[in-house]
DNA sequence: TGTTAATTGTTAGCATACAAACTAATTTGC
DNA sequence: GCAAATTAGTTTGTATGCTAACAATTAACA
């Protein structure tokens, strides 16, 4: 009969590092996938949107964030507008066109740099976030919930550094 | 002059909104993208992906998820991995597809009961598997780097929270 | 037994996300 | 003044992730 499997992939009881720790090479390779900070990170990222897309029918996260700049920017360019909402050029690309099909913003190019396109959000686009904007806060706050006033403060804090 | 961080999340200060904190009704509609917990982790999983690719590029985290798990448990239908793995029917499938084109999983009906497929690593999967483990750890403490060893426990303890 | 319900897997469509290759315009460096 | 480098934007390809609709199979139960 096989030792007893002492591997014990999901100890909580990690206070006490003995001897009785000591590990074979091949099992220093253990790998607890639900311990893993990607994984989690993907489960609250989904747990995220889907509050968001219950809240916010209308608009996706990435939606939201680009409008919500432009409309308290006034006007910016596709790029420096991705830059702003951590998108890189083809992905806010794709938002932009998105939203421009919808006619919620407006592009036309700078006639000093032929290169960019002035992107400005239409009365529809303003309208919108307006009608949204209390709605994306209930996001922020029902996603988090599970925590104490004292728990978000630490938790953005802890999170913030991680960008 | 900020205060300096308490991770003591039981301290009963629990420094409340001051008057300064009051608002006007228009000024309720303010909405600072940065502090947004949706946009904040967004850049994290950004960093996380990034950090991933760079140290594990053979494997997307989605598809290495399946792949550990179904050399941890030897074998699996497919709707059960996903349940493991936290990925739907649709996502799962495709992770499996791909993970089937490069030979790192098999897969046969069940004949007991015919709806489901049983998936297996491959000696390739195993192998594949066995070579990057390490880099995944290693891809959670990088991830993790910019925290203290206490700020890492606390962190991981409320995300797990808001799965 | 026979109808209904639940589970499994597939397919299609939409939306991110990134990399790479590309065009075009602008800025620089000599 | 002109070539080179940089910047802005587009396009393509791969991967993820969700919803919704669907077929096939199995389980539940009246």
């Known amino acids: 009969m096989p030792k007893p499997q002492n591997l014990n992939l999901n100890s909580s009881d990690n206070n006490h590092r003995l001897s009785d720790d000591v590990i074979s090479p091949l099992e220093e390779t253990h790998y607890v996938l639900e311990d893993q900070v990607g994984f989690i990170l993907r489960g609250v990222s989904q747990r995220h949107l889907s509050l968001f897309s219950r809240l916010i029918p209308d608009l ?12 308290q920017l006034g006007q910016a360019s596709q790029n420096e507008l991705g830059r702003l909402t951590a998108m890189d050029a083809a992905t806010i690309k794709g938002v932009v066109d998105r939203l421009k099909l919808r006619e919620l913003i407006s592009s036309e190019p700078l006639s000093s740099d032929l290169r960019r396109l ?26 988090l919930e599970p925590l104490s006033d004292k728990e978000k403060e630490v938790f953005l804090d802890l999170l913030k550094k991680l960008t």
């Open 118 to 143: 002035i992107l400005k959000p239409t009365s529809a686009g303003r309208q919108l976030y307006n009608e949204v904007v209390m709605a994306a806060h209930a996001v922020t706050k029902e996603t």
């Open 60 to 71: 996706t996260p990435t939606q939201f964030s680009a409008l919500s700049k432009l409309c």
